[in-house]
Every structure is written in C-alpha cells, then in structure tokens.
C-alpha cells in the first residue's frame, strides 16, 4: 500500500492486523453503555443511517457480531482491552436475548447463541455460556409444526430463515453436548430436505435484485444445499446428501463456464454470488470427497479473479466493501482456500485483496477505520459505513484479522467463523502444522 496524503504516517495501517486494530478504534466510538451492558450505533455518523435496519443485538449489524470480532482482536494483538469490549457486549446480550422475537442466524436470537458461546469460551464465564443454553432451550421450544407437516420457525428454509437456525442449534450441540438441539435441528432439518425449491422465489439480499436470489447463498439454493450437505455430516443420512446433490445440481445448470472459470449470478459476493456459492461445493467435498466438488470452488474463485473486480468495480462488485456483499467476502474464500488446499495463489490473491481494502478505509480524522459503501448497488448515492459484521467494520476487520493468522504456523491461532463458514477454523494448511517449526 502506498503512502496516503491525507492521513498521518502514524494513522495509515499497513497489515492486515494493524488495519483491525484501527477499525476497533473506530468501533469503540460507536458503542453505547448502560445498566445493561453495551450495545454499539450500528451508524454513529451524525444523522447517520445504517445501512440495514437490524436489532442492536443482532449478529449482521448488531452486539453479537462485534463482540465476535473483539474477541478475534483481543487474540490476534493479545492485548486484554478488547476482551473488555467484548465482556461488556456479552453482559448487554445476556441481558436481553429474552426480548429477541425472530429466531434467524443473522437477525435474531440464534445468533445471540453463537456469540454467547464464544464468549463464554473465551472469557471463561459461566454466565453467558448459561445465558448461551437458556436461549438455545427456547429456541428448541419454539419449534412448531408447518403446515407441511414438518417443524421449523418460520417456514423459509434458506440460511436467512430456519436453515440458519439449524446450523446453529448444530453448533450448540456440539459446544454443550446437548442432544436435543441436534434432535431438533436434524428434524427441521427432514423437512426442508423434503423441499425441492424455496418456496415460492425468495427476497434477495437487499442489495441485489430479485432476480439473483434463487442460486444464491444467504436465501437461494447453494445455502439450502450447503445446509443439506452439513446434516448428512452430522448424521450420514443419505437423504440429505441426495437432497443436496439436487441443489448443486440447479446452481451447477445456471452456470456460465469460460474455459476453467465458471460464475452462477452476476454477483460475486458472500450473499448471493461466488464467494458463498463456493462455500456450498467445498462443504460437499468436505462431507462427501468428491474432488469434482473442490474443481468447482476453484472454477468459482477463477471467476472472481477473472472479473477484474475489486480493482475496477463490476456489476457483481461494485462500491461495497463488506463481508456481506464485497471484498471482505471474497478475503473469506480466498484464505479459506488456501487453508483447505495449501495453495499459495490463494493466499496472495487474498493479501492483493487486502491491500485494496485498507487502501480505500477512511480514519482521516484520527478516530479510526471504516468504510463508506453504497450497499444497496441500486441505490449509489446512499453510501454509509457501518460497525456491524455482515455490513460494516467488525466484519470487515475479522476478515483482515483471518488474512493475518494465515501462514502463522508457528503461531496458529483458531479464528471464529460463522456456522456457514466450511473452511478450516486455523487457517494454516494442515501439511504445515505437521512441519516442525523453524
């Protein structure tokens, strides 16, 4: 990166992990305390708006997510300040989860789960890993039967709707050993196996238009299939892997293939594009090995590389720059698969992504990093920057944080990834942890 005019030598980040630490400064000044705990502006500009609305302690733009990535910051610099942050955003969440009424991975009370559990873990406290199994309990009693005749929450079977909740329940299980969540989980889970579709044409990320939603991750096929192929790791039930091999089939038909490069939507994000369609082949591989399953995320990531984008901005990439929907996303599958595959193509690809990504941060005025984005792309004037993880600086700022601990192996640290995240949670490949150090 450059030299910068405008900021200060001593304000301009030049890793990844310095970059972090700036967008936690900036962070830091959006947050709220109370009796309660703390909660963060999702946009604390003067007569700011966020990008999204989105409940203060939701994991796309609210506590949840930001007390993850604090956590990730407090481990990436080993400075304890940051495990303040995220206690206190701990406390606000184990005071509040009650009044979550949506049940959804993103927007409500499963990821209040998440980042109880985590916090729990780190901190070592007991009170929020009970706040953690208190919430997952009701979420688990607030299963009820659809008119299909299977379980669920809110009928919509996509990761935005009950598919985020059954990753999660799955991620409880396995974290407090309670079989029930599982139970449930996989019932909830028979039922949108059963489903050869969503159900009627599911609404597209905000930012996109409709039309790019139904191949899509966040609440297309690729994540129902993604969620399918994760259940019959869990179970080894071949209805969920035949039900997921149905799914990729549809993204694979929608495909544009030019020699070894393939896209699916004219988007290359997390939500809707390549970035999350290419977590739903590496899960199949994962759970299944079929090495044709790994050819097709790689034939994805050619396809990012190929558009051009971050470096000119395309109709799949276009003034964004968050986990959601932009680069921060692309960093996520590009670290992710060099951890997979011991690729250094990947990884490069990933840091040249960096670059780009604290090149264009703003912290001009000594408060810290963000980044203003027109989220919705058909909208381009409305450009906002927001803290949240989905949409603003904490999730752009685990990604970087992601980006640092690779290559580490003599230092591998675990990293917190989302239940939807299927690449290695130590972002080293494994022939380098069996290396001797030095």
């Not at 966020?50 to 990730?72: D, N, R, W, Y």
């Not at 959804?104 to 890993?129: K, P, Q």
Request: proline residues 5%; neutral net charge; hydrophobic residues 45%.
């Amino acid at each position: 990166m450059g030299p910068d005019p405008i900021r200060s030598f001593h304000e301009r980040a030049e890793t990844p992990l310095t970059a972090a630490v700036m967008a936690g400064r900036w962070i830091r000044t959006a947050a709220v305390d109370d009796e309660r705990g703390r909660r963060w502006r999702a946009n604390p500009d003067p007569q700011g708006r966020p990008a999204t609305p989105g409940g203060p302690a939701s994991l796309h733009s609210g506590a949840a997510g930001i007390v993850l990535f604090f956590l990730e910051l407090a481990a990436g610099t080993g400075h304890e300040a940051y495990l303040e942050d995220a206690r206190a955003g701990a406390r606000y969440l184990a005071e509040t989860w009650r009044e979550q009424a949506g049940m959804s991975l993103h927007h409500g009370l499963a990821g209040v789960v998440l980042a109880l559990t985590e916090a729990g873990w780190a901190l070592g406290e007991e009170r929020f890993e009970a706040s953690a199994v208190a919430a997952a309990d009701r979420i688990v009693r607030s299963a009820r039967a659809l008119d299909d005749g299977g379980i669920g929450w809110s009928g919509d079977p996509t990761l935005r709707g009950d598919g985020g909740v059954v990753l999660e329940l799955l991620c409880a299980a396995a974290a407090f050993g309670v079989p029930a969540y599982e139970e449930v989980a996989v019932e909830a889970g028979r039922r949108i196996a059963r489903l050869s579709a969503p159900r009627g044409r599911p609404a597209a990320c905000p930012a996109l238009p409709a039309e790019a939603a139904t191949p899509g991750f966040l609440a297309g096929t690729a994540g129902i299939a993604f969620l399918l192929a994760r259940l019959y790791g869990a179970t080894g039930e071949e209805a969920f892997l035949d039900a997921a091999r149905r799914g990729a089939g549809l993204v694979r038909a929608a495909a544009v293939l030019t020699g070894e490069s393939a896209v699916v939507t004219d988007h290359l994000g997390y939500c809707s594009g390549s970035a999350g369609i290419a977590r739903m082949f590496y899960e199949l591989y994962r759970v299944a090995g079929d090495g044709g399953d790994l050819e097709w995320v790689k034939r994805l990531a050619r396809g990012v590389k190929e558009s051009g984008a971050p470096f000119r901005q395309t109709a799949g990439l276009w003034n964004v720059a968050c986990q959601c929907c932009g680069t921060a996303g692309l960093i996520e599958l590009y670290v992710g698969l060099w951890a997979a595959t011991g690729d250094q193509e990947h990884l490069e690809f990933a840091r040249r992504l960096a670059d780009h990504l604290i090149g264009r941060a703003t912290g001009y005025d000594g408060r810290g990093y963000r980044w203003y984005q027109a989220y919705r792309r058909q909208r381009p004037g409305q450009v906002s920057a927001d803290t949240g993880y989905l949409t603003g600086a904490a999730g752009i700022g685990a990604a970087l944080l992601h980006l640092d601990a690779a290559g580490q192996a003599d230092r591998p640290r675990r990293v917190i990834l989302l239940p939807d995240n299927p690449f290695p949670s130590i972002p080293v490949p494994a022939v380098a942890l069996r290396r001797p150090a030095g």
